[in-house]
């Protein structure tokens, strides 16, 4: 069964200029949540979608925002970014939502803003 | 006020060194606490569920036990391949299911 897969796994953008990462699922998997880790504040959590609907949402500017298509693989968007948008970027999936003892995460992509 | 905290931050033991990471938490009601690893250049990866105090669990040299305002994940004659970052996590019942992770134990197990 295949894991949770990102891309692109690296990514080097200016201040200033927008973003978009993309996650997909284990098949079968309805559940999609965005972490950001950082040294400084950890594993945050961004947004989850299941079905389509975003459920849950963190504590972030509206710059960051995503959405989740019918076949669940999901898309994460920054605008605007800030130097300190860099980070990495999680995803993880799950067949039940709100459930983090049932996520698997896939090897996050790595940001960085000069 | 952090709502997770994890000491040590960093762990340095010795092959066979048996010692206890730990994790404490203020929120006000505890649906979940939940414990990983992850590795370097890798996604955390999913131990263990603690729901209620005096729960424990177990798998291979680690074992995860709860109180109502800590865990601790004891390991038990670690080995090399131990050697990760620990996070923990918590859910607060009542509100949405929006986990709060700490910063993490990144553990270095000499041989």
């Known amino acids: 069964k295949a894991g949770v897969t990102q891309t692109p796994r690296y990514l080097i953008k200016t201040r200033g200029q927008q973003v978009t990462l993309s996650c997909s699922p284990i098949s079968g998997h309805r559940s999609v949540s965005w972490y950001q880790q950082t040294p400084g504040q950890g594993l945050q959590f961004l947004f989850e979608y299941f079905s389509e609907t975003q459920r849950n949402k963190g504590n972030f500017p509206g710059r960051f925002s995503g959405r989740q298509f019918s076949n669940s693989r999901s898309e994460m968007n920054v605008s605007t970014l800030e130097l300190g948008d860099s980070a990495l970027y999680l995803c993880?999936?799950?067949?039940?939502?709100?459930?983090?003892?049932?996520?698997?995460f896939g090897p996050g992509t790595r940001l960085t803003v000069l | 006020e952090d709502q997770v905290t994890q000491s040590p931050e960093a762990l340095r033991l010795q092959e066979g060194e048996s010692s206890s990471l730990n994790c404490s938490y203020t929120v006000s009601g505890l649906r979940g606490l939940f414990w990983y690893r992850q590795d370097p250049g890798k996604g955390p990866e999913f131990l263990f569920t603690?729901?209620?105090a005096g729960e424990e669990k177990e798998k291979e040299r680690l074992k995860a036990t709860l109180t109502k305002k800590e865990s601790f994940l004891h390991i038990t004659a670690p080995k090399p391949e131990d050697s990760a970052t620990y996070l923990c996590a918590v859910q607060e019942s009542g509100g949405s299911y929006i986990p709060t992770f700490g910063r993490g134990t990144s553990l270095i197990v000499h041989p």
């Open positions: 603690l729901y209620s």
């Open positions: 993880a999936s799950s067949n039940l939502a709100g459930a983090p003892n049932e996520q698997f």
